[in-house]
């Protein structure tokens, strides 16, 4: 085996706004910088760059805030290793990757966690159809590849990434066909002297809006999908009310004939690296679902492990870029490279400015937090975890024969076990188990991390060896 | 004051679990205490491998009437616990291994299990998913695998039906002796029985430590890993000379690798971890064993605790010098063997006599110091 490349101070995982920011703050203090990313630029989920093949770039202030902060990067002396898949994070802190040489490895004694979050899905019989896709994967579509969708799709979830995504597409011509919200107008009023306090932002959710209002999309606030139907992929779909919980409640269900949807229900942070070394959590409803216990600098449980930007609780972008900061210079500080003196003056004002965003990035969560009453409206039969076919009868049989925590749950049901590793249905899942059982989410726990953190093929890790080769370890006494 | 119970298992894995069922169905009024939830620790993680060819010699007897138990679960345990019987072969790839294969063989026969040895050629008959670089192969019609995941649920129901009081995410932290026999200290408050086991796997040594007895019991942390579902790549539980693989195609597609690559941890944090180089060398002998296996995706890996004692022979019987008290434990390969030995421990504490010898510690405990002078 390669012996690690230890020449690095801290590694960042992540290129997304925490992790570009905290691998600039951390350079620019003196320390050797690896930032880690699977795509091929920095850029992370908001700030995705096009690629280059792309038909027509996508032009946005995200887009333009994206460019400024590779160019910084570019400039600073952070050593980027991009197209890169992590798959494995042990101790102090050594960090496995795939790349496109194969297996490579990296060790650092600072470790800066900045992975985002990930889709939730909130089921439905027929969710797992193709032609049925997220929310977030339909920003990907838009802002790196340009793609456009079928003629006849409609847009569900929500929270402001429905607008954005409605907005986007309708822009350069194709409009969704209908918008399922599951928020009404009064939700979206309520949010908004939070996001007043946010000029910028603010101006830019009114062209969302207007640009939807002009290309004159139905808009079906508090409702949503009930079921996608279709034979080898999806044709139509039945939407119908729903309450201010999200709850379905009685009322005219509507039947839209489409060939896609993209629907998306909010995101959950991804917190599998902390988990998976064994950094304290927390369960916080309003900020996604389990986070890593952090200070206000992203210090974890664990020495010199840090955890920002969305993976560290659902902030979005811009608290995302402070705490970025914040973790930059908490990792310099700790690791000997500026004095205590120094570190309060240049964090105090990135605390101040976290402080201020905080009215604008709560009322955000807020609107995708989960809503149980949702959760308690999935019907019998849906899916819940497609990579292993479990429904929901499922997990309510597996509850009643004894399950009270999640991983109990997973071994009575494989729910969980397959390729995403609760990715996709873990947040939901356990929602289910805690409503059976009257628990709330703290009791029935977190699902255990395990690697690979992405699933990655055999062939890829195996590298040229002779049989004589692997070291082979001792035979157990007969 | 609380029931006075017949008999308190503490440890609710394989061993304690299936001690505690066979002892309710004898007639006793049990409890079993697990700190977690039944079958979550090693007997929940583990690979699941069924197979004499990897089971110590001294081992096979019990092994061979443990397996027919596992052949029949539906019938004694009520519950399917995924286990396929099938054909097992241990693989050799060098001159080297295929002396070790079959001396090794050798001895496993010696001792009852039906292993013979073929040519390379002959294993890809059985086995058409083999590379063709075997040299020789033991092969064993007595093998096959279970769901290791599944055994908490089986057990739980099973145990609930037998009337057993069952305490889970209930961990003890001491045991006192009294004069109608043993209270044991736990987070919910004491429990009181008659008889007392001791079944806590890799934990033995510290719940020995309460009755004031040494028994050095070290932690293995064996490395697991499974990919996603595949088209059906290989139908045979496969291995090799040394010990050190075990493969095998569940019916749902995913595979299983496993074979003991340790990790690293410690069983007083709870903490264990994989070494990635370890999991790496583990799928290098997988892909070279099953060549189709290199195109499948590894989906999860994980690691878990084994116990081994100082002969690495198992810890089965009555503690010395404590009345009532029994341990199980550090059972190699235990999860195949482990239901046989713990329903000849129970037979012993019904007061009937065993099938089989049982495993007394006594060789294990380290001798009184001598007196100075
Ligand atoms: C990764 C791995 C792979 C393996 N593969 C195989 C295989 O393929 N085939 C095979 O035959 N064997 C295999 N084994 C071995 C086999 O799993 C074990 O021998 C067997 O499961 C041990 O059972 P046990 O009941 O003694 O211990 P465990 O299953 O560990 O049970 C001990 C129980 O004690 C409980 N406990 C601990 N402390 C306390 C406390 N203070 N209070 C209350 N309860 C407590 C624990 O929670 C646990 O449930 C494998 C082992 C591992 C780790």
Excluded at chain 1, 60 to 76: I, Q, T, V, Y
Excluded at chain 2, 34 to 49: K, Q, W
Excluded at chain 2, 64 to 86: F, S
Excluded at chain 2, 194 to 218: F, H, Q, S, T
Aim: aromatic share 6%; glycine share 12%.
């Amino acid at each position: 085996m390669v012996s690690p490349h230890c020449h690095f101070d801290v590694l960042v995982l992540g290129g997304g706004p925490a992790g570009m920011v905290s691998a600039i703050t951390a350079s620019q203090n003196g320390l050797r910088v690896g930032l880690i990313d699977e795509q091929s630029e920095a850029g992370g989920q908001i700030w995705r760059a096009p690629w280059a093949s792309s038909p027509q770039g996508y032009e946005s202030p995200e887009a333009r805030d994206g460019n400024k902060m590779r160019d910084r990067l570019a400039l600073s002396s952070v050593t980027c290793l991009f197209g890169r898949r992590i798959w494995s994070v042990t101790d102090r802190y050594r960090v496995d990757l795939l790349g496109a040489d194969g297996v490579e490895t990296f060790q650092a004694p600072h470790l800066i966690v900045a992975l985002g979050a990930h889709e939730r899905v909130i089921p439905f019989p027929g969710w797992t159809l193709p032609g049925v896709m997220g929310l977030a994967a339909a920003t990907i579509m838009l802002k790196a590849h340009g793609l456009a969708p079928p003629k006849d799709w409609v847009l569900a979830g929500v929270g402001p990434l429905l607008a954005a995504v409605a907005a986007g597409y309708a822009r350069k011509g194709h409009p969704p066909k209908a918008i399922i919200d599951l928020s009404g107008p009064s939700d979206w009023f309520a949010a908004l002297p939070s996001l007043a306090s946010r000029p910028g932002l603010f101006k830019q959710g009114v062209g969302w809006v207007l640009s939807i209002v002009s290309s004159r999309i139905p808009i079906y606030f508090r409702h949503a999908i009930r079921r996608a139907e279709g034979q080898d992929r999806i044709s139509a779909c039945l939407i119908g009310p729903v309450d201010a919980d999200g709850k379905s409640i009685d009322g005219p269900e509507v039947g839209i004939a489409c060939d896609a949807m993209m629907v998306g229900n909010g995101l959950v942070p991804g917190g599998e690296v902390p988990r998976l070394l064994g950094a304290d959590q927390v369960y916080r409803h309003e900020l996604g679902g389990w986070i890593p216990e952090c200070d206000p600098f992203g210090r974890t449980s664990l020495e010199h492990l840090y955890a920002i930007g969305d993976g560290a609780g659902i902030r979005g972008g811009a608290v995302a870029c402070i705490a970025g900061k914040l973790a930059g210079l908490a990792a310099a500080h700790d690791a000997g490279r500026i004095d205590a003196g120094a570190f309060a003056h240049q964090s105090a004002q990135a605390l101040a400015e976290h402080r201020k965003l905080s009215a604008f990035s709560d009322a955000m969560a807020h609107m995708i937090r989960l809503r149980p009453a949702q959760v308690a409206s999935i019907e019998a039969d849906a899916v819940i975890c497609r990579c292993e076919d479990v429904t929901r009868q499922d997990l309510v049989a597996a509850a009643r024969a004894g399950a009270r925590d999640v991983n109990q749950l997973k071994h009575f049901t494989r729910c969980g076990m397959g390729p995403c590793q609760g990715r996709m249905c873990g947040d939901v899942a356990a929602e289910i188990l805690a409503q059976e059982h009257r628990l709330d989410r703290q009791a029935v726990g977190y699902w255990t991390a395990r690697p690979p953190l992405r699933p990655i093929s055999l062939q890829s890790m195996l590298g040229r060896v002779d049989y004589a080769d692997i070291p082979i370890p001792k035979p157990a006494p007969l | 004051m609380s029931t006075m119970h017949d008999l308190i298992v503490i440890g609710g894995g394989i061993n304690g679990a299936t001690t505690a069922l066979f002892a309710a169905r004898g007639g006793m009024d049990v409890a079993v205490i697990d700190r977690g939830p039944l079958c979550r620790e090693a007997s929940g993680v583990n690979a699941g491998t069924l197979t004499m060819q990897m089971t110590r010699v001294a081992l096979i007897p019990y092994a061979l009437r443990a397996h027919h138990m596992w052949a029949t679960a539906r019938e004694w345990l009520g519950h399917d616990v995924g286990v396929v019987v099938c054909d097992g072969l241990s693989l050799a790839f060098t001159e080297q291994e295929a002396e070790l294969l079959a001396f090794r063989a050798g001895k496993r026969r010696e001792a009852g299990a039906p292993i013979t040895l073929i040519t390379g050629q002959q294993a890809l008959q059985i086995e058409p998913g083999l590379s063709d670089k075997a040299l020789l192969a033991g092969h064993c019609r007595v093998d096959g695998y279970a769901n290791a995941y599944l055994t908490g649920l089986a057990f739980r129901t099973a145990l609930l039906d037998a009337g057993v009081t069952l305490t889970e995410n209930n961990p003890a932290t001491d045991i006192l002796q009294t004069s109608s026999g043993f209270e044991v200290v736990t987070k919910q408050g004491p429990l009181r029985a008659k008889r007392v086991v001791i079944a806590g796997g890799v934990w033995i040594e510290e719940m020995m430590g309460w009755l004031g007895i040494d028994l050095p019991i070290k932690t293995l942390v064996n490395q697991l890993a499974v990919t996603e579902r595949i088209p059906t790549a290989m139908r045979t539980v496969v291995g090799i000379a040394n010990g050190l693989l075990s493969l095998k195609q569940y019916p749902h597609g995913t595979v299983v690798i496993g074979g003991g690559w340790q990790g690293s941890g410690s069983r007083e944090g709870g903490t264990c971890s994989l070494l990635p180089e370890r999991l790496v060398g583990n799928i290098r002998l997988a892909c070279h064993a099953v060549p189709a296996l290199k195109d499948a995706r590894l989906a999860r890996a994980w690691t878990g605790f084994e116990a081994e004692t100082r002969d690495a022979l198992p810890a089965v019987g009555p503690v010395p010098g404590i009345h009532n008290a029994y341990v199980i434990g550090s059972i190699h390969s235990g999860y195949t063997s482990g239901p046989y030995l713990a329903k000849l421990l129970a037979d012993q504490i019904l007061g009937r006599e065993p099938d089989l010898p049982l495993f007394p510690i006594d060789r294990l405990l380290k001798p009184e110091p001598l007196a100075q002078g």
